[in-house]
């Protein structure tokens, strides 16, 4: 099936800093989203992107799909963006096509 | 417009015991989608709905087990309790027949405790 990493695993920030996270996938895919899990479990879909640029507010992603990568850029962090982030892929390839999920970036975000 | 709707928020079970969970979609979606998250293995699909049909299963054994109905909600069912089945459970809607092909909305997922 396909591969999905993401990296850095874990980040910590000082608030008002700037991040990047990477999401590498191994095959082409159908589309990208970009997740955001707060410390309470809840999953909020941040991004909707097999290709391009989007943004909303401080948070912005970008989708290569021919080169299988997609960035999350996080400007001007506050302790709320605390939490883990999860790009998923939409993969059809064969007959088995699902949503495969990255195993996060943990990032923390220190007052 | 409400969002994903789960319920339970929290269930104890003990091993051998069965559990239903519950899921009521974003109003207008019809393609209902489940996830087991649990530290070791990250987020794993389960299974994918489309107006009451099964359209994809994960690798899950048989003991897991879900169902849609004729207005959206879905519930999945898990049988023989084990303690590897601790987990939260999260549910998701999206707009599109396919899963894959249109951005997904999570619910506040169900905490499952087995002892």
């Known amino acids: 099936g396909i591969q999905v990493e993401q990296s850095p695993p874990d980040l910590i920030l000082q608030e008002g800093a700037n991040s990047t996270l990477r999401c590498n996938f191994s095959?082409?895919?159908?589309?990208l989203q970009w997740f955001h899990q707060n410390p309470w479990g809840q999953l909020i879909n941040l991004f909707y992107?097999?290709?391009g640029t989007k943004q909303n507010g401080r948070l912005s992603a970008t989708t290569v799909a021919t080169e299988r990568y997609s960035l999350l850029y996080i400007s001007s962090s506050q302790t709320t963006d605390s939490g883990v982030y999860f790009c998923?892929?939409?993969?059809?390839?064969?007959?088995?096509?699902?949503?495969?999920f990255g195993k996060g970036t943990l990032l923390t975000v220190n007052p | 417009k409400a969002g994903v709707t789960q319920t339970p928020r929290y269930l104890i079970k003990t091993r051998g015991q069965q559990v239903t969970l519950s899921c009521s979609p974003i109003?207008?979606?019809?393609?209902v989608s489940w996830y087991q998250q649990t530290p070791g293995q990250g987020l794993q699909f389960l299974f994918e709905?489309?107006?009451?049909?099964?359209?994809n299963k994960g690798n899950f054994p048989g003991r897991f087990s879900g169902r849609q109905f004729s207005n959206s909600r879905s519930e999945m069912n898990v049988s023989t309790l084990e303690l590897g089945d601790s987990a939260l459970y999260l549910c998701?809607?999206?707009?599109?027949?396919?899963?894959?092909?249109?951005?997904?909305?999570f619910g506040n997922g169900t905490r499952l405790t087995v002892t």
């Open positions: 709905y489309f107006s009451e049909t099964q359209r």
């Open positions: 109003s207008g979606h019809r393609s």
């Open positions: 992107i097999p290709s």
């Open positions: 095959d082409s895919v159908n589309n």
């Open positions: 998923a892929v939409g993969y059809s390839g064969g007959s088995n096509y699902k949503l495969t």
């Open positions: 998701a809607s999206s707009l599109d027949r396919w899963t894959y092909n249109s951005p997904l909305h």
